[in-house]
């Protein structure tokens, strides 16, 4: 029997072998049942797509019982390994108790309070049972930036040694790479963090992290309102300290709290320049409506002689009140934006008939933990091949949650009923990934996925199980552009130490006109956004170390519009809203200035391009006389060498390229290990000898990762 992949479809099939009426013909079955295509699509993407912990294997429920039975039966207990999702496990002690699970309803979709429980962890993370929501919310005026006095304190890191542990989770690097994941993390059930609180007097803040994107490793009281802060460092890394989000319970109202995060690791931060960190009071949220709000004084970011392997480590302080007596709270470095939210989001506009009808849901890959990495296919119902295309993608970097922001502003107005956006929908096809690395949003992340690597130096990668999302959406937009002309691509992110909303694009040596036309986009969104966005803070160099991002790959595919767009952390210098921070309703507005933009940029009167094309060469002709004191004309814009007139990577947000995944490169070291403890004579190890003299070492690692890499992927 041919089995079917989707659900609803596998449950027809059932239902009318049962009633003899089907005999095995599954393709006249699904034509006399699918009149309407579209909601066919709608109604797949929400079973399969939408659930990250649905069966991959698409495999009849029958063959999984009997599989199961057969597993269960015919192994020891202690290698059981139950492939059916069907049975769910409790622990009683440490002996598993195997259950059936819920049923899933036939049409269920996603609820929206049960989206986190699907969410898979590495295994060994432990993770709380609670579900966190924030309400979206405005506040009233822009909120300014904090005014330095001069007088700011400057504590320097204490330690344990002269303060109390009052949090502490597991190290990061508890196993060094990752090995596999499960639903909801670690099997064990989440025990209290090591809490050092005995003989305490109980007055001590209560901290938490154990959540999705929560990333706190450690808190130690050092005075009596007084936390020293440590978090969390990438998965399977020793770096990338930048995004902070945790909840603290347990406080006084009125009192001054003094927090400082010991382990940061850039020399420049937004901190510098007036950004304050975010608060969110559980009881301001339900008794007054309010979220996430900008606090503190006292706010100082700066280097704090303590280091790090050899790398030095910077303090952030603040101090801050919370408004309610024992109420939860939640600090954070900017507006979190989880995987759970996400997929709420995706819900919501797939279950609606409304939104639903612009869009198609499919899942791109699964990602190394196994969530789903999803991509929107936005454009209205017509069967013509010659719509041009536009991919836009986000969350490539954890930590950057302005990305999400700016992504659901960009989906909110393309699903909407606005004739912009119908015109929109009936000019371009739109291929979307809303959230390119699910796992590192997941955990806590600021930069990397679970190989440990920032995913957006590795997009020309030919591992493809080691990297599946940027190997994945590299591949679909490879697919798009034999298909149709694809005319821009944009990555959204956010920025750590700049403020305004700017943009990445790539120059072109190939003469004037194409140097200046790939200005023209970022020129245009400056004057659609001019109080946010800052075409001044736009580079286009390619630089050699950015050649594995996805702007530098998608545009060598001839995508000459290919663009990153940095959301600042912070917020703007710029006109009225000068000294003022960046609301979620500010990110969400440049999605829709995105696409403002998009009409502007591809009008079929071509006037304001023009004048942009015209403005452009006076201001790069100013831009070579103000640097290299000469003239050229128009004809020689193409001669001068980017690198002589833009200030190299002064605002770029870059890392350096970090190579192979961590699993590859400890599995390497393993086999190497691994060959040795079987040489036994002389004579075995005087050829090894020989053999290492004459091979490059380089050499003999390539043999072991090629040897690692044929193995089963590590899942
Ligand atoms: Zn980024």
Not at 58 to 79: I, N, V, Y
Request: proline share 5%.
């Amino acid at each position: 029997m041919k089995t079917c992949k989707d659900p609803y479809e596998r449950f027809m099939l059932h239902h009318l072998q049962y009633y003899g009426l089907f005999a095995g013909r599954d393709t006249p079955f699904q034509r006399s049942f699918s009149p309407d295509r579209s909601w066919e699509k709608v109604r797949r993407s929400r079973h399969s797509d939408i659930f990250p912990d649905s069966d991959d294997s698409g495999s009849d429920p029958a063959d999984d019982d009997t599989q199961t039975r057969r597993m269960l039966f015919s192994r020891p207990p202690e290698q059981v390994r139950v492939r059916s999702k069907q049975l769910v496990f409790d622990f009683d002690g440490d002996r598993p108790k195997p259950r059936l699970s819920e049923p899933r309803g036939l049409f269920a979709i996603l609820s929206a309070a049960a989206s986190h429980q699907g969410v898979r962890w590495p295994v060994e993370c432990q993770v709380i049972k609670d579900e966190i929501r924030h309400i979206e919310w405005e506040p009233a005026e822009p909120e300014p930036f904090y005014q330095s006095t001069g007088y700011e304190q400057m504590p320097m890191p204490v330690g344990e040694g002269r303060g109390k542990v009052v949090f502490c989770i597991d190290s990061a690097t508890k196993s060094p790479f990752y090995t596999r994941s499960r639903v909801g993390g670690s099997r064990a059930p989440a025990k209290g963090p090591a809490f050092c609180e005995a003989g305490g007097d109980g007055t001590a803040l209560a901290f938490e992290s154990r959540f999705q994107s929560g990333n706190l490793q450690k808190a130690v009281r050092i005075g009596v309102y007084d936390y020293e802060l440590t978090l969390r460092t990438d998965l399977y890394t020793t770096k990338h300290t930048q995004w902070f989000y945790f909840r603290v319970r347990n406080m006084k109202a009125g009192v001054t709290y003094r927090f400082t995060i010991v382990n940061l690791m850039k020399s420049r931060s937004l901190y510098c320049l007036g950004m304050k960190p975010l608060l969110y009071s559980e009881r301001a949220a339900r008794d007054q409506g309010a979220g996430w709000g900008r606090v503190g004084s006292d706010i100082k970011y700066y280097r704090n002689q303590s280091e790090h392997g050899g790398q030095a480590l910077y303090s952030l302080t603040w101090t801050c009140q919370f408004p309610h007596e024992a109420d939860t709270c939640y600090l954070a470095h900017c507006y979190p934006y989880t995987y759970s939210d996400l997929l709420r989001y995706l819900t919501a506009v797939t279950s609606d008939p409304a939104t639903a009808v612009h869009c198609k849901l499919r899942v791109l890959c699964r990602s190394l933990a196994g969530n789903a990495v999803h991509v929107l296919t936005i454009t209205s119902p017509s069967s013509s091949r010659a719509k041009r295309a536009v991919v836009v993608t986000a969350r490539v970097h954890p930590g950057e949650t302005c990305g999400s922001w700016v992504m659901q502003g960009l989906l909110d107005f393309l699903l909407s009923d606005a004739p912009d956006a119908r015109l929109l929908r009936d000019t371009f096809v739109f291929k979307v990934v809303p959230m390119l690395n699910p796992d590192g949003v997941v955990v806590g992340n600021y930069r990397c996925s679970l190989a440990g690597r920032d995913l957006n130096r590795n997009y020309c990668t030919l591992l493809r199980d080691s990297f599946p999302c940027v190997w994945h959406t590299r591949n679909m937009v490879k697919r798009l552009v034999a298909e149709r002309e694809v005319v821009l691509y944009c990555d959204f992110h956010g920025h750590s130490r700049k403020n305004n909303v700017f943009m990445y694009g790539c120059d072109s040596k190939n003469g004037a006109a194409p140097r200046l036309q790939s200005r023209v986009f970022p020129l245009m969104m400056s004057k659609n956004t001019g109080n946010q966005f800052s075409y001044k803070s736009c580079k286009f160099k390619v630089h050699k170390s950015k050649e594995g991002t996805g702007r530098i790959v998608m545009w060598k595919l001839g995508i000459t519009n290919s663009y990153t767009m940095e959301s600042t952390f912070g917020g703007s210098t710029l006109g009225s809203r000068k000294g003022t921070h960046f609301s979620t309703k500010d990110l969400k507005s440049l999605g829709y200035h995105f696409c403002d933009t998009l009409l502007d940029y591809f009008d079929p009167d071509t006037a304001k391009v023009h004048q942009c094309l015209m403005e452009l060469k006076t201001l790069l002709r100013q831009e070579i006389r103000q640097k290299l004191g000469k003239e050229v004309d128009s004809e020689g814009l193409s001669s001068v060498s980017l690198s002589d007139i833009e200030s190299s990577t002064s605002g770029s947000n870059s890392t350096e390229s970090d190579g192979l995944p961590v699993h590859l490169i400890y599995g390497a070291q393993k086999v190497t290990k691994c060959k040795k403890k079987h040489l036994k004579t002389r004579k075995e190890r005087n050829r090894l000898r020989q053999h290492q003299v004459q091979s490059t070492v380089p050499k003999i690692i390539h043999q072991d990762i090629k040897a690692m890499y044929l193995l089963p992927p590590l899942r």
